[in-house]
């Protein structure tokens, strides 16, 4: 059974940073594409960024140059380095992984950006 365990988030100001971490058990971590989406009040999931077994990343257009992803693959975890955050990043981000044509979330995890 794959698990994804998401800690991180909370309240930051305008111009602050967090960061989200994520970790899987259940699987083989390194063999996986492993992303970070989120959704905001009224709005439909979208995804933020991923991050190949391989290492390449791919990020929405609206968290280019301010968000990072990048992976552990000794510890089983994904990160995701969040700077320069603007009110519209708030959301309940989440992790999510495909492993054998099976998609699996971690649990959400609030981020409010506001003064």
């Known amino acids: 059974q794959v698990q994804l365990v998401v800690s991180g988030g909370g309240l930051v100001q305008p111009g602050g940073s967090l960061t989200l971490s994520c970790q899987a058990s259940g699987t083989i971590f390194s063999r996986y594409t492993m992303g970070w989406y989120r959704q905001a009040p009224g709005k439909q999931r979208e995804l933020v960024a991923y991050i190949t077994n391989r290492g390449r990343t791919n990020y929405a257009d609206s968290v280019k140059g301010r968000f990072t992803i990048s992976r552990d693959n000794v510890k089983n975890t994904v990160i995701l380095q969040m700077n320069s955050l603007k009110p519209e990043d708030t959301a309940v981000y989440f992790c999510?992984?495909?492993?054998?044509?099976?998609?699996?979330w971690g649990q959400g995890t609030q981020v409010t950006v506001s003064s």
């Open positions: 999510q992984t495909v492993v054998i044509a099976t998609q699996y």
